[in-house]
């Protein structure tokens, strides 16, 4: 449903985007301004799996999840060696602010996947090994058991070529930053559901 709702919007933005001709300022349903406006500047992006500290931290994404469970001594627990891909919270608001300040025309109706070239698709297991390399203690756990079956690799070439933008910071660099803030807080609950 989540991968589901999230096709439907887009096709949704993109049916109501102009195509370079000059669209009308007719309202929509609600009153505000329709999907049609021509001062609308209509571009999908699509995120990797988010990692990093956040004033809204989250420990029920991957990288930081693996991250927190080392950190603690718990096993990192990897169900299947699907493909995911990574990019840093950062990334993402250097990615948004970059698309905002770019020629409407080079950016009209256009899809981005917005992830690093370099080093951001990898197997879980993959991952779960880098994260051992920041804590050589941890416990790895290769379970047959597949929850969320989903695999993928995925191409962050357009947002380079066409925007000239590639993220600066590498899954290594956030598992240290993740593990740096862990000691900065210690008397916080990272399994309690807020963090989720």
């Avoid at 919270?89 to 020629?103: E, N, P, R, S, Y």
């Avoid at 920041?134 to 962050?156: N, T």
């Avoid at 803030?181 to 989720?196: E, Q, R, V, W």
């Amino acid at each position: 449903p989540y991968a589901e709702s999230k096709v439907a919007a887009e096709k949704f933005i993109l049916s109501g985007a102009p195509t370079g001709s000059s669209a009308g300022d007719s309202s929509g349903p609600s009153g505000g301004p329709a999907r049609s406006s021509s001062e609308m500047v209509w571009t999908i992006c699509r995120l990797a799996t988010v990692y990093g500290v956040s004033p809204r931290m989250r420990f029920d994404l991957l990288v930081n999840q693996f991250t927190r469970d080392a950190y603690y001594g718990e096993k990192i627990e990897i169900f299947g060696e699907q493909g995911r891909t990574f990019v840093h919270v950062l990334d993402v608001v250097a990615a948004f602010k970059h698309i905002l300040g770019f020629k409407k025309s080079g950016v009209m109706r256009k899809v981005f996947n917005i992830g690093s070239t370099k080093g951001s698709n990898m197997t879980k297991r993959d991952l779960g090994f880098l994260v051992k390399k920041e804590f050589p203690k941890a416990d790895i756990v290769l379970l047959d058991k597949v929850i969320d079956g989903r695999d993928y690799k995925v191409s962050f070439e357009l947002v380079k070529e066409s925007l000239g933008f590639d993220p600066k910071h590498t899954v290594q660099g956030g598992v240290k930053e993740i593990a740096s803030y862990l000691d900065s807080n210690p008397n916080i609950d990272t399994y309690a559901p807020m963090f989720s």
